[in-house]
């Protein structure tokens, strides 16, 4: 079916009805192409900025695991030895968790190559926990451990040069010599004492070093200095006893700071290749970003363009419809006027299948009444032309309908009646040869039954007397 050929009636309901079908596909395009903008941005949350996030997280994590080590060397809390292991621990689960998100990514090779961060975090988080035993075999007070025991047995030793101290003046009063031995003595234990302080607060092996040297020189004083020999073997015990705890102190202290060496070098391996997987994931987060906007970006172009496409299509199909619509009604206004100036003849090329082709198609049947009225009047014309010399007319014999056949028929009648006048003609034509004629038949009206009346009643005159007299001349 063409377009010209849909009724007026539905050109308006089916322009409107295809504006809304193509709205509606607009509508569904801009749906799906929304889906896809979300489902890239779904992505780049689920993956870009995760792996992002999960990059950031692995350098805060050991930040925070950094921060509270150094608490701990500060503060001694054994809280803060766990909370270490936990960000570490944290910190390599999200570099696996990295290395899960990167699959498919187009940073997975690189990914791989920087997964040796874990093995690093591993060390560091083993490290740490050796240092964390080290730390409890020491003691995380002065009264815990390792420094408990020595804590001990300087607390001891220290009591028992109290005692000795007081025995030895009250003995020696009067003894120059064995003053001056046990002021050495004394000097010599608290040197050691000095240097003890010294190694505890710094953890100077220098200061170490004195202490032992310090030991040894208090040890030969005190051989010198105390006379009785119970008292001074139980102060070499306890002397003993003194540097043995400080010996194992220092070894454990040794082993502490041997392990934090290795622990920073683990932590300097740890932070390049942490910044490099975060420049990783910034890069690809960036990327998805710049992707999805991008995609965006050409679905809102794709949109406008398809409702500019709906537009432009709805006002062409539009226009379309008008321009025929006022083709036509142009036509029939031209076709009517050409009618009106007396033109018959006209012709309407319209051969739509609307409204305005019924309308040609009516305005046709009418001109051709038109024409018919044109040719009854010429007919009419000539009849009366022929009634008026004496002649009468054939009947007409036309097809026509309505009205116009009542016309014919009123024509037709008048010529039949004006046909009497022929029969009248004829009869006198018999009688004027001495015939006598058959009597008029039919039905007449008015003059002509009159006539018919006359010529019956001659005809039967001339019956009764045998016809007309021959005349001689």
Not at 44 to 63: F, W, Y
Not at 132 to 143: E, F, I, N, T, V
Not at 269 to 279: F, G, H, S, T
């Amino acid at each position: 079916m063409r377009l010209d050929d849909l009724p007026i009636r539905l050109k308006l309901p089916f322009t409107i009805g295809l504006g809304l079908f193509l709205f509606a596909g607009v509508v569904l395009f801009h749906t799906l192409n929304l889906r896809h903008t979300i489902a890239g941005y779904e992505h780049l949350l689920d993956h870009d900025l995760k792996i992002q996030q999960s990059a950031r997280g692995v350098i805060i994590e050991m930040l925070q695991a950094r921060r509270a080590e150094k608490d701990f060397l500060t503060r001694r809390d054994p809280a803060l030895l766990e909370e270490v292991n936990r960000r570490v621990a944290q910190s390599i689960q999200s570099v696996r968790e990295i290395q899960r998100l990167s699959v498919g990514q187009g940073i997975e090779a690189q990914v791989a190559q920087r997964m040796g961060l874990v093995d690093h975090l591993e060390g560091y988080r083993r490290l740490w926990m050796e240092i964390a035993a080290d730390w409890r075999d020491k003691g995380l007070s002065h009264q815990e451990g390792r420094q408990g025991v020595f804590r001990q047995a300087a607390r001891s030793l220290e009591e028992a040069m109290s005692r000795v101290e007081t025995a030895e003046r009250d003995a020696a009063r009067d003894l120059q010599a064995e003053t001056v031995t046990r002021l050495e003595a004394q000097v010599g234990y608290l040197s050691m004492r000095r240097m003890e302080k010294d190694y505890l607060l710094r953890q100077d092996p220098e200061a170490a070093a004195e202490v032992e040297k310090w030991a040894v020189v208090f040890g030969e004083r005190l051989k010198k200095a105390i006379r009785h020999t119970g008292e001074r073997e139980r102060i070499d015990a306890l002397l003993v006893e003194y540097r043995n705890a400080f010996r194992a102190l220092v070894i454990l202290d040794r082993g502490i700071e041997e392990k934090m060496t290795r622990l920073r070098a683990e932590i300097h391996r740890v932070e390049p290749l942490a910044e490099e997987i975060d420049a990783l994931a910034a890069r690809l987060a960036a990327e998805g970003s710049l992707e999805t906007r991008r995609s965006a970006e050409r679905s809102a172009q794709w949109i406008f363009i398809a409702s500019l496409a709906t537009i432009l299509a709805c006002g062409l199909i539009s226009m379309r419809m008008v321009r025929v619509l006022v083709r036509s009604i142009s036509a029939l206004s031209h076709y009517a006027r050409a009618v009106a100036d007396g033109n018959l003849d006209a012709r309407i090329d319209l051969n739509c299948g609307d409204e305005t082709g019924h309308l040609a198609e009516v305005m046709r049947a009418m001109v051709n009444r038109m024409r018919a009225i044109r040719l009854i009047a010429d007919r009419m014309v000539v009849i009366l032309a022929l009634i008026g010399r004496g002649a009468i007319p054939e009947p007409l014999d036309v097809a026509f309908h309505g009205d116009f056949k009542k016309i014919i028929e009123a024509l037709n009648d008048l010529i039949d009646r004006l046909g009497a006048l022929r029969r009248v003609a004829a009869c006198m034509d018999l009688i004027s040869r001495g015939d006598v004629p058959e009597k008029m038949t039919g039905e007449f009206q008015g003059d002509f039954k009159r006539i018919q009346e006359a010529m019956n009643s001659i005809i039967d005159t001339l019956q009764e007397n045998g016809g007309l007299p021959v005349v001689v001349p």
